[in-house]
């Protein structure tokens, strides 16, 4: 499974920025795709996941704020009211069978 993700960029707080992930492989044979990122000097955390059911998870820290959801081979990543401290590398990654694939990472900053 290869991942291409795009959409990252600069925003000012309060905007908002869609990210997209492209899945080399048909949606249904991938049980699930999520969005994890990682700031400077701070661990990778899990932002959002999608089931193949259309079931979603979202952390703490986003919800009501961003909305994962995808179409065919495409997960979205819709970012509003951006926050300073959602700045960070956005990856996706795609859970074929046991095994996790993850995408290049995309950069969102967001300026105060």
């Known amino acids: 499974v290869q991942l291409q993700a795009s959409g990252g960029g600069l925003v000012q707080a309060g905007g908002s920025l869609r990210l997209s992930c492209a899945a080399s492989?048909?949606?249904?044979?991938?049980?699930?795709m999520g969005w994890h990122r990682q700031a400077p000097g701070k661990q990778r955390e899990l932002v959002a996941a999608i089931t193949s059911g259309g079931s979603t998870d979202y952390a703490d820290s986003v919800k009501g704020r961003f909305t994962i959801s995808r179409e065919k081979n495409t997960m979205f990543l819709q970012m509003s009211s951006l926050k300073p401290e959602d700045t960070a590398v956005y990856y996706c990654?795609?859970?074929?069978?046991?095994?996790?694939?993850w995408g290049q990472g995309t950069q969102v900053t967001v300026s105060s």
């Open positions: 990654t795609a859970r074929v069978l046991l095994t996790d694939y």
């Open positions: 492989k048909t949606i249904f044979s991938i049980s699930a």
